[in-house]
Nanobody, 121 residues
Framework: QVQLVESGGGLVQAGGSLRLSCAASERTFSNYAMGWFRQAPGKEREFLAAISLFDRTYYADSVKGRFTISRDNAKNTMYLQMNSLKPEDTAVYYC???????????????WGQGTQVTVSS
């Protein structure tokens, strides 16, 4: 069982930046593909970015060029650097883990509890 804990959310003005972190309990963190998702009120959970075991990265069109996903296997932690934030980025942000292979859907095995990001105009 992998436990994931997100941190780094908060309130930021449009155009600002935030860096989210996702700490994993699993010491074999390097064996997991990782992803970031978000869910706004009344909307479905949305894929944002993923990173493979070999650090290959994938992004949704809505965040490409603004968000950067990365991982530090020595710290069992994944990050999401978010720049040029917009009010429509307001949502609860979730990290997720999946054994071995990346998918660009919500088909991940383990999820964090989420962290709120609010972007004011």
């Amino acid at each position: 069982q992998v436990q994931l804990v997100e941190s780094g959310g908060g309130l930021v003005q449009a155009g600002g930046s935030l860096r989210l972190s996702c700490a994993a309990s699993e010491r074999t963190f390097s064996n997991y593909a990782m992803g970031w998702f978000r869910q706004a009120p009344g909307k479905e959970r949305e894929f944002l970015a993923a990173i493979s075991l070999f650090d290959r990265t994938y992004y949704a069109d809505s965040v490409k060029g603004r968000f950067t996903i990365s991982r530090d296997n020595a710290k069992n932690t994944m990050y999401l650097q978010m720049n040029s934030l917009k009010p429509e980025d307001t949502a609860v942000y979730y990290c997720a883990a999946r054994r071995y292979s990346v998918v660009l859907t919500t088909a991940y095995d383990y999820w964090g509890q989420g962290t709120q990001v609010t972007v004011s105009s």
